[in-house]
């Protein structure tokens, strides 16, 4: 029996939803992955790793949906991969490692359209964490040590940025609850008991 638990995470800015995949990673003792994914698709695709970090989770505005799937199905050694824009590649490599990386073992995923790239895969189930805006402020402000309007305009411009990538890139809508298994507002229940609702239904889906 396949033993595996994936468990893939969007989050807003300010939500903690980086820290609940940590915690929640280290209490089920397995890893979670963020950055990390960026430096294992380099070594893998061979691209340079200032490039993952330069096109992290940005859009462009000339990417075709069919296009990501027509030649991922097809493979990287097909002329249309070849004459593929750069940022085209990375998104890619990235789908590429993380559908790797969920195969081979139990781990938590943070953001990059994970849920998307391991849809089809049935231990893996996919989390959106929100929370109120007063309290995701509150939390850039203290993570940077900067004032209200600084940290709102963080806030706006990193959800903007997440949610036009999401939208871009996969076939559904960032933040909205149709995309995700559950959405847990991290305000409501602080971080800790967003983890242990997190690992409620991991138990309930029988996979834990």
């Not at 929370?131 to 993570?143: A, C, F, H, L």
């Not at 411009?157 to 847990?184: F, Q």
């Amino acid at each position: 029996m396949d033993k595996r638990l994936v468990i893939t995470i969007g989050r807003q800015c300010g939500s903690g939803g980086r820290r609940i995949g940590q915690m929640l990673a280290e209490q089920l003792g397995i890893k979670c992955y963020d950055k990390e994914i960026l430096n294992r698709a380099a070594k893998e695709s061979g691209l340079a790793a200032e490039l993952f970090e330069t096109h992290d989770e940005k859009p462009t505005s000339s990417f075709l949906y069919s296009l990501v799937m027509d030649t991922y199905s097809l493979g990287y050694t097909s002329s249309s991969y070849m004459d593929m824009p750069i940022n085209h590649k990375i998104f890619l490599a990235q789908f590429d490692t993380i559908k790797k990386l969920a195969s081979e073992e139990s781990c938590v995923i943070v953001g990059r359209c994970a849920d998307y790239a391991l849809a089809d895969d049935p231990n893996a189930f996919s989390v959106f964490i929100t929370g109120d805006d007063e309290d995701k402020i509150k939390r850039i402000m203290e993570t940077n040590n900067i004032d209200a309007n600084k940290a709102k305009d963080i806030m706006i411009k990193t959800d903007k940025k997440r949610s036009s990538y999401y939208n871009y890139y996969s076939s559904k809508r960032w933040a909205d609850s149709r995309s995700y298994d559950m959405c847990v507002n991290s305000t409501k229940l602080g971080l800790e008991g967003s983890v242990e609702l997190i690992k409620t239904y991991a138990k309930i889906k029988g996979l834990l």
